[in-house]
C-alpha cells in the first residue's frame, strides 16, 4: 500500500522533491498501525521538514486507498516517539472501511465567497435536514476548490447529530462492489449502503469509466432505494450531469432530480480570504503583501495554496529566515513559474480558433462581431490565466491600449460567465485542453 501512495503523492509534487525527500523514506512496519504510520530518514531536520510539508497530505492519500486516515510521522532512529494511546488507535480503527470523513473538515473553517456561497447553503440546508430539502444534492466544479471540504462537512455534521454517513469515492464504491461480487456477499454490500441516513459520494464522475458493466445498475438501485428510505445522497463531480460521460440515461436523470450547484475559482478577496485563515490555522505569520502574492501568482486550487503556505513555513524553519516577500518570491518560483512557463499566448489562441472556428487573425483583431469579440476575450483571460506574461504584454499581444483594456476585458467575461452557465463550462473546457495538449507533448 506503501508504495501506491507513494505513486499517488508522486504524480502532485516536483520529481526532485520526490527523489530527494520521499524516495528515501523508510516504513517501519514494526511501529506502524493502522492508525499510524512511522517513516524513518536520515536527520532530524530532515524529518522536521517532511513532516511539515508532507505529512498531512500523505495521511490523505491512505484515508482515500483504505478508508482509515492514519497519524503520519516521520522520525529518526534517534528520536522517541509520542505515539496515540491504545483508545484512540481502537477508535480508528473500528472506522467502516467506507468512510472517510476528515474531522478537520467542517462549516466553520470553510471560507465562503460568491464563488462558493450557494453551495455552502444548499450543503448546510442538507446537513441539518438530510433527505427533505434538496435530494440528491449534486456539486460540480474543478478540482481544488472545496467540493470535498463541503461533502465532509456534510458528514462531520450529521454524524455528530446521531447519523450513520457512508463516505466514499466513486472508486471506493465500485471497489467495494466488485470484493462483494467476489465473494457472493452482495446482502451485505446492500445493508452496507442502503441501511444509512446519508450516502456521500466524493468523484462520481469516474463511475462513467464502469458503462457496461454491473456497477452503475448497483448504483441506480441503491440511489432508488436509498431517497424512497428517506436517506440522503450528495456527490461531488468534476463537471454537471449533463454533460458527464459514459453513463446511462436514467442514472443522470437521476443526478438531475434534485439540485445541482456548482463551485467556481474564488476571486480575489475570497482566495485572500483563505490563504489568512490557512496561515492562521498553521500558526504562520504572513504581511498582506505577502499573502496578495500568493494569491495573484499561485492559481485558484486550494489545496496547491496551503502546500505554498506549508512550504514557506517548512522552508523559513529550516533556514531560520523571516517571512518576508522577497523570501516567498525565492522558496516559491519554481512552483508557480511551473505552472505557467509551459504555455504560451499562441497555445491559448490555437486551442481557442481550433475549438470555436475562428481564425487566429480574427481574434486577434479588432472585428466587433458577437463571436470574434467573445472569443477575443476568452483568449485575454485564459492567456492572464494560464501563462506567465504580464498584463502589458498580453495588450501588446492582442492590440490592446494598455493593462486596463485588458483588466476590463477579463472582468467582462467574469461577468458573462457567471450571468452565463453554459459560457463558464465552455470556457472550462478550452482551459482543460489548453492544459493537456501542453501535458500530452
Not at 509534487?13 to 499510524?36: C, G, H, Q, R, V
Not at 450528495?234 to 443526478?255: A, C, H, N, Q, Y
Not at 490555522?281 to 498582506?288: A, E, G, M
Amino acid at each position: 500500500m506503501t508504495v501506491e501512495v507513494f505513486k499517488e503523492l508522486e504524480k502532485s509534487i516536483l520529481p526532485n522533491e520526490f527523489n530527494k525527500y520521499i524516495k528515501k523514506l523508510a516504513l517501519d512496519k514494526t511501529l506502524s498501525k493502522p492508525s499510524f504510520i512511522v517513516f524513518k530518514t536520515s536527520n532530524l531536520l530532515m524529518a522536521k521538514f517532511i513532516q511539515t510539508k508532507y505529512a498531512e497530505t500523505l495521511s490523505e492519500i491512505y484515508a482515500k486507498k483504505t478508508g482509515i486516515k492514519p497519524e503520519i510521522i516521520i522520525t529518526t532512529n534517534e528520536k522517541k516517539l509520542n505515539l496515540k494511546d491504545k483508545k484512540t488507535a481502537k477508535k480508528d480503527l473500528e472506522k467502516p472501511n467506507s468512510t472517510i470523513l476528515i474531522e478537520s473538515y467542517n462549516f466553520s473553517n470553510f471560507i465562503v465567497g460568491d464563488s462558493n456561497r450557494f453551495a455552502y447553503e444548499c450543503s448546510k440546508s442538507v446537513a441539518k435536514n438530510p433527505g427533505k430539502d434538496f435530494n440528491p444534492l449534486f456539486i460540480y466544479g474543478p478540482s481544488g476548490l472545496g467540493k470535498t471540504h463541503l461533502l465532509q462537512s456534510i458528514g462531520n455534521f450529521c454524524i455528530e447529530n446521531g447519523k450513520i454517513v457512508i463516505c466514499v469515492t466513486s472508486e471506493q464504491f465500485m471497489n467495494d462492489f466488485q470484493f462483494h461480487i467476489r465473494n457472493q456477499t452482495m446482502d451485505k454490500f446492500r445493508l452496507k449502503y442502503r441501511k444509512t441516513d446519508l450516502l456521500l459520494v466524493d468523484d462520481i464522475q469516474f463511475l462513467g469509466n464502469t458503462k457496461g458493466e454491473k456497477t452503475q445498475e448497483e448504483f441506480f438501485n441503491t440511489f432508488n432505494e436509498l431517497r424512497q428510505a428517506g436517506g440522503q445522497i450528495v456527490m461531488t463531480s468534476d463537471k454537471p450531469p449533463k454533460i458527464l460521460k459514459g453513463f446511462e440515461e436514467r442514472l443522470l436523470s437521476r443526478f438531475e432530480s434534485g439540485i445541482i450547484t456548482d463551485i467556481t475559482p474564488p476571486e480575489l478577496e475570497t482566495k485572500i480570504a483563505i490563504i489568512k485563515k490557512k496561515s492562521e490555522d498553521n500558526k504562520i505569520v504572513l504581511s498582506s503583501k505577502i499573502i496578495e502574492y500568493i494569491a495573484t501568482n499561485m492559481g485558484d486550487n486550494i489545496r496547491e495554496i496551503e502546500s505554498a503556505i506549508n512550504k514557506l513555513n517548512a522552508f523559513s524553519n529550516l533556514m531560520r529566515s523571516e517571512i518576508t516577500l522577497e523570501f516567498t518570491k525565492s522558496v516559491l518560483q519554481d512552483q508557480i513559474r511551473e505552472k505557467k512557463e509551459s504555455v504560451t499566448i499562441n497555445d491559448v489562441i490555437e486551442t481557442i480558433s481550433k475549438e470555436l472556428n475562428i481564425k487566429p487573425s480574427d481574434i486577434k483583431s479588432k472585428s466587433r462581431r458577437k463571436n470574434i469579440v467573445e472569443a477575443r476575450r476568452i483568449g485575454i483571460y485564459l492567456s492572464k490565466k494560464l501563462t506567465i506574461n504580464s498584463m502589458p504584454a498580453i495588450a501588446s499581444f492582442f492590440g490592446l491600449k494598455d493593462h486596463s483594456a485588458v483588466s476590463h476585458n477579463i472582468r467582462k467575461i467574469k461577468e458573462l460567465m457567471d450571468e452565463d452557465g453554459f459560457l463558464k463550462i465552455r470556457v472550462e473546457e478550452l482551459e482543460n485542453k489548453i492544459l493537456k495538449g501542453k501535458n500530452s507533448e
